[in-house]
């Protein structure tokens, strides 16, 4: 007879019966994080509740997860409950449904078709600006997420969403908000119970898909050449000749928008902050954009050549990752280091730990763009700089949202300074993204 070694398990927290760290994570996600990446090594066990959470900070079992061995995986329990929200979509599918998908999908983001994109960028943010008035306090966490949603709605359905985007922006908002309240609530009620909460969120979203459900019933009938996202979703072709249904194409559309405007939004929310609490950095951006763009608005060809601005972005992203944490649920047993890993079994990836960690950043915590110069990204190990994702399941939009990043920053610097009001302390709200947690107001200095 053959006996099975037990498993061993890593070190960890202990927490208290039944909760485990529960309360303790929920006080403080970032921090109670990185504390015990710090404390207790590269695997450490967390109790989640009844959920066993491996907490990886070794960039080699990052990277296994993400890429070598990512079919081992599945998103995790909080990814999959979106699903009533975003249905299909690229970011919640799995298995061979989501490799057609994003198949079928990719062609929309090739660096041609992006390159289409940016004029509706620097357009856009002109047009938001220009109502601006100099000393005017903003919330500008709120200004950059409608701004980068009007991007991806005109992205996606070009003019036929014009007057629409409310309704649109008022479901996402509501999604957040709901994920938000499951992710720190222990004991909530399933979501078909008709809570005044949950009545609210399904209204919202049942107006949000009217909305999308008639633009996509229009377009099928229309003849005109239109060469927005949506247009292009509607005549891919999989190898047998099948096309996207109306509901494949829904959750797409739902995905791209939620997922293309709030990450976005929070790369150039915290550069604002971070600009504006490092002046010479700030100056130095000002100096770039007056030697390259010469007083014009900034282009799609600009953004490569803007490589400040790029380090800019890349930095604040390394400090304040939209995307700070995200788990997988093991499907297949899988050995990382010292532990094997069962069915059933969370991995926590967490951006905010590797992004911080000393032995690949220097002074971790100082905002330094230049860092980035020489190649510093492609020198970096796999698994320590992955803002957005890795290996198969990395985003699509990728490409887009640097770009989108890059000329949003260019185009408002141009015109405008922020800066801090300073009786008002920036907080986090770690949630699916890291938010600040009641916005970030800001003073408008005309330039």
Same mark, same amino acid.
């Given at each position: 007879?053959?006996f099975?070694?037990?498993?061993?398990?890593?070190?960890?927290?202990?927490?208290?019966?039944?909760f485990?760290?529960?309360?303790? #994570?929920?006080?403080?996600?970032?921090?109670?994080?990185?504390r015990c990446?710090?404390?207790?090594?590269?695997v450490?066990?967390?109790?989640?509740?009844?959920? +066993?959470?491996?907490?990886?900070?070794?960039? %080699?079992?990052?990277?296994?997860?993400l890429?070598?061995?990512?079919?081992r995986?599945?998103?995790?329990?909080?990814?999959?409950?979106?699903?009533s929200?975003? @249905?299909?979509?690229?970011?919640?599918?799995?298995?061979?449904?989501?490799k057609?998908?994003?198949?079928? $999908?990719?062609?929309?983001?090739?660096?041609?078709?992006i390159?289409?994109y940016?004029?509706i960028?620097? &357009?856009?943010?002109?047009?938001?600006?220009?109502?601006?008035?100099? @000393?005017?306090?903003?919330?500008?966490?709120?200004? !950059?997420?409608?701004?980068?949603?009007?991007?991806?709605?005109?992205a996606?359905?070009g003019?036929?969403?014009?007057?629409?985007?409310?309704?649109?922006?008022?479901?996402?908002?509501?999604?957040? $908000?709901?994920f938000? +309240?499951?992710?720190n609530?222990f004991?909530?009620?399933?979501?078909?119970?008709?809570?005044?909460?949950?009545?609210?969120?399904?209204?919202?979203?049942?107006? !949000?898909?009217?909305?999308?459900? &008639?633009?996509i019933?229009?377009?099928?009938k229309s003849t005109?050449?239109?060469?927005?996202?949506l247009?292009?979703?509607?005549?891919?072709?999989?190898?047998?000749?099948?096309? !996207?249904?109306?509901?494949?194409?829904?959750?797409?559309?739902?995905?791209?928008?939620m997922?293309?405007?709030?990450t976005?939004?929070?790369?150039?929310?915290w $550069?604002?902050m971070?600009l /504006?609490?490092?002046?010479?950095?700030? %100056?130095?951006?000002?100096? %770039?954009?007056? $030697?390259?763009?010469?007083?014009?608005?900034? =282009?799609?060809?600009?953004?490569?050549h803007?490589?400040?601005? +790029?380090?800019?972005?890349?930095?604040s992203?390394?400090l #304040?990752?939209?995307?700070? @944490?995200?788990?997988?649920?093991?499907?297949?047993?899988?050995?990382?280091?010292?532990? =094997?890993?069962?069915p059933?079994?969370?991995?926590?990836?967490?951006?905010?730990?590797?992004?911080?960690?000393p032995r690949?950043?220097?002074?971790?915590?100082?905002?330094?763009?230049?860092r980035? &110069?020489?190649?510093?990204e492609?020198?970096?190990?796999k698994?320590?700089?992955?803002?957005?994702?890795?290996?198969p399941?990395?985003?699509i939009?990728? @490409?887009? /949202?640097?770009?989108?990043?890059?000329?949003?920053?260019a185009?408002?610097?141009?015109?405008?300074r922020?800066?801090?009001? /300073?009786?008002?302390k920036v907080?986090?709200?770690?949630s699916?993204?890291?938010?600040?947690?009641?916005?970030?107001? !800001?003073?408008?200095?005309k330039?």
């Amino acid at each position: 007879m053959q006996f099975q070694s037990p498993r061993r398990f890593p070190p960890g927290p202990k927490g208290v019966p039944v909760f485990g760290v529960l309360f303790d #994570y929920n006080k403080d996600p970032t921090g109670f994080s990185l504390r015990c990446a710090q404390e207790f090594g590269e695997v450490s066990l967390l109790p989640f509740g009844p959920l +066993n959470v491996y907490l990886l900070s070794n960039p %080699e079992h990052v990277s296994e997860v993400l890429s070598s061995q990512s079919y081992r995986f599945i998103k995790g329990v909080s990814i999959q409950s979106l699903k009533s929200s975003l @249905g299909e979509g690229l970011l919640t599918s799995e298995g061979d449904f989501w490799k057609r998908q994003r198949r079928l $999908t990719q062609p929309a983001f090739h660096r041609e078709r992006i390159f289409e994109y940016g004029g509706i960028m620097t &357009d856009t943010a002109e047009t938001m600006i220009c109502r601006w008035q100099d @000393g005017e306090v903003k919330d500008i966490h709120a200004n !950059m997420m409608h701004l980068t949603l009007l991007i991806v709605a005109e992205a996606l359905f070009g003019t036929d969403i014009a007057g629409k985007t409310t309704v649109i922006e008022s479901a996402l908002e509501a999604i957040l $908000t709901h994920f938000s +309240n499951q992710l720190n609530t222990f004991f909530l009620l399933p979501e078909w119970v008709p809570t005044p909460d949950n009545i609210q969120f399904w209204q919202k979203l049942q107006r !949000m898909d009217g909305v999308i459900y &008639d633009i996509i019933q229009q377009r099928r009938k229309s003849t005109a050449a239109n060469s927005d996202l949506l247009t292009m979703l509607l005549h891919l072709e999989d190898e047998d000749g099948a096309q !996207m249904s109306d509901r494949e194409i829904r959750d797409e559309v739902v995905t791209l928008m939620m997922a293309g405007h709030e990450t976005t939004a929070l790369a150039l929310t915290w $550069t604002w902050m971070l600009l /504006a609490q490092h002046p010479e950095v700030e %100056e130095k951006l000002h100096q %770039e954009i007056q $030697t390259v763009l010469q007083g014009r608005s900034p =282009t799609a060809d600009d953004a490569i050549h803007l490589k400040y601005a +790029n380090w800019i972005i890349k930095e604040s992203m390394r400090l #304040y990752p939209p995307a700070w @944490g995200t788990s997988r649920q093991v499907i297949e047993t899988v050995q990382l280091g010292d532990y =094997t890993l069962e069915p059933g079994d969370t991995v926590f990836l967490n951006q905010w730990v590797m992004h911080r960690d000393p032995r690949f950043f220097e002074h971790p915590d100082r905002f330094n763009p230049e860092r980035w &110069d020489n190649s510093f990204e492609q020198r970096l190990p796999k698994g320590v700089y992955f803002p957005f994702g890795d290996g198969p399941r990395s985003c699509i939009g990728k @490409g887009f /949202a640097m770009m989108e990043a890059v000329l949003i920053l260019a185009a408002i610097a141009q015109k405008f300074r922020f800066t801090l009001s /300073a009786d008002r302390k920036v907080e986090l709200q770690p949630s699916i993204t890291l938010r600040p947690k009641h916005g970030l107001e !800001m003073r408008l200095q005309k330039k």
